[in-house]
């Protein structure tokens, strides 16, 4: 049998806890042909260029083939293309009328006056630790607060989270390379899609009758001069924001903490100088990204990068945390240091899917680290590495065990 490629051997399991030492030998050749055909892009210049090339597709139909290790296109399923796999003109147009809703110009201010609401809710969870000298961050902290948000921002009744939580996880397990049957994954992705899409279908179908102030009343009532979207388009819109704002921000609240419990010095200052947490959750972003490989492109010509032709129809998988510790571009990139200026890193993606909820997840995550941290007293790991999920395209802890003296007060901050 052939000796597995860099990139076969990134995906493997063992290589969870620490990818980056393969991500050296991966950016040795910018862009790499895999054993299934797929092309992988590992470089800062290349990866950026090719996230601002018109002849890159995000629409999986337009694949020749899809490798192995990666879930197929839904054939025929609407509701699976949302704007994230789409291309232009459909998704700008459906992006502008989402964001309509979301952000500047029409609705600026909009996520940022969500923060006292998201600051009672992070506090509420880390105050439930109050009877307790351990916990486990990813279950009791970092995975119920971005549901929660995402719920109540869409106007998902809470006694639903629940149900939407179980269906996220699905789906969101499902995405990208990662070990398992392939069929069995897709057939559990598929199922919990469908179930998200009848629940979302209904909540909509009531806010169409009477609307109220959440962002699916937005979504099923306006209309403007771009037109209006359709049912299916609103389903596809409201599911991508649940899916894509979940498990993302789940794992950076997860990273951050084992990071900066790894990174002592960093902790300290961050006690002095609260403002800290802001370049430090953009420096996660960059050493320790939830997302390593975004949905497959596809390549709609010959494209010839870096000496190398990617043909017409050919998967390109955009390795984006290999680009964000690439030396040629990024000064020192091993080293985590929150006070690098600038910082470019590709921990939001680039060009026209760059990430839509990225400022609402920079100020959950800000939120939960300053929480943790000045409510925690003498926070310690359990183990590390902590152990992984199964994806390498999202990659985070599945557990991360603490253990710490005793939870201060809120107002004793
Ligand atoms: C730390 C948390 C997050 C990370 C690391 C993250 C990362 C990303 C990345 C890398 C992309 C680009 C995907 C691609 O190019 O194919 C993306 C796109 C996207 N993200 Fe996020 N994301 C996060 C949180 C959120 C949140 C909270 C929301 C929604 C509320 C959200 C909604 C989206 C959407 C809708 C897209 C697709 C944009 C488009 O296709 O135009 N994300 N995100």
């Not at 998967?315 to 945390?321: D, E, K, Q, S």
Request: charged share 25%; net charge negative.
């Amino acid at each position: 049998m052939a000796p597995a490629s860099v990139f076969e051997q990134v995906i493997e399991y063992s290589s969870r806890a620490d990818p980056y030492r393969l991500y050296g030998q991966l950016r040795e050749a910018p862009v790499s042909r895999q054993p299934d055909g797929s092309y992988v892009v590992s470089t800062y210049r290349e990866i950026v260029a090719l996230l601002h090339d018109p002849r890159v597709s995000s629409d999986g139909r337009n694949l020749a083939y899809v490798p192995a290790n990666q879930p197929a296109p839904e054939e025929g399923n609407s509701q699976a293309h949302s704007f994230i796999r789409l291309d232009p003109p459909e998704h700008d147009r459906i992006r502008r009328l989402v964001m309509y809703h979301f952000g500047p110009p029409h609705s600026a201010g909009k996520i940022d006056g969500m923060r006292p609401m998201m600051a009672e809710i992070i506090s509420g969870l880390v105050g439930g630790l109050a009877d307790r000298q351990h916990a486990d961050i990813v279950e009791d902290i970092a995975h119920p607060f971005p549901v929660i948000v995402i719920s109540q921002l869409l106007g998902v009744p809470r006694e639903d989270e629940t149900r939407f939580r179980a269906w996220a996880d699905t789906v969101v397990e499902s995405f990208g390379p990662g070990e398992g049957e392939q069929a069995e994954r897709q057939r559990a992705r598929t199922d919990a899609l469908a179930a998200l899409r009848e629940y979302l279908s209904e909540l909509a179908e009531a806010r169409r009758e009477r609307p109220a102030d959440d962002l699916i009343s937005g979504l099923v009532t306006y209309s403007g001069p771009e037109g209006q979207l359709s049912p299916d388009e609103v389903l596809g819109a409201a599911t991508l924001l649940l899916i894509a704002g979940h498990e993302t921000t789940v794992n950076l609240i997860a990273n951050g903490v084992l990071t900066l419990l790894r990174h002592p010095g960093v902790l300290e200052r961050l006690k002095r100088e609260p403002e800290l947490v802001i370049r430090t959750v953009e420096e996660l972003l960059r050493y320790e990204p939830p997302v390593h490989f975004p949905a497959l492109r596809a390549a709609l010509d010959d494209i010839t990068i870096a000496g190398t032709t990617i043909p017409r129809g050919a998967p390109i998988v955009l390795a984006l945390a290999s680009g964000s510790r690439d030396p040629a571009s990024i000064p020192d990139p091993e080293h985590f240091d929150p006070d690098r200026n600038p910082n470019q890193h590709l921990g939001f993606g680039g060009g026209i899917h760059y990430c839509f909820g990225a400022p609402l997840a920079r100020i959950e995550t800000q939120l939960a680290l300053t929480e943790i941290f000045s409510r925690l007293e003498n926070p310690r790991l359990v183990a590390d590495p902590p152990p992984y999920r199964a994806s390498a395209g999202l990659r985070g802890p599945r557990n991360l065990q603490i253990e710490f003296d005793r939870v201060l007060p809120r107002a004793s901050r």
